[in-house]
Nanobody, 121 residues
């Protein structure tokens, strides 16, 4: 099993920045891809950023490209999501997720409990 614990959410004004962190523990050698999902109020959860084990490949949902950056520190078993130029539509619960397979956009196997991000106007 893999456990994921997010931190770093909060309330920020539009145009501001936040950095989310996700600490992984357990059988982490089985994990290849890490991702961040977002669930806005009344909407389905969507993948916004993903990164491979080496960190060499990343991908983003179109609405966050150029504003969000995903990174990972394998020595610390931690993945980050730097969010800049935040918009009210970025509001939602952000979930860290991990998958054993190598594809960034396929179904994920493990989930964190989520952290709330609220962007005010």
């Amino acid at each position: 099993q893999v456990q994921l614990v997010e931190s770093g959410g909060g309330l920020v004004q539009a145009g501001g920045s936040l950095r989310l962190s996700c600490a992984a523990s357990g059988i982490i050698f089985s994990i290849n891809v890490m991702g961040w999902y977002r669930q806005a109020p009344g909407k389905q959860r969507e993948l916004v950023a993903a990164i491979t084990r080496s960190g060499g490949v990343t991908d983003y949902e179109d609405s966050v490209k150029g504003r969000f950056t995903i990174s990972r520190d394998n020595a610390k078993n931690t993945v980050y999501l730097q969010m800049n130029s935040l918009k009210p539509e970025d509001t939602g619960v952000y979930y860290c997720a991990a998958r054993k397979g190598r594809r960034l956009w396929d179904e994920y196997d493990y989930w964190g409990q989520g952290t709330q991000v609220t962007v005010s106007t």
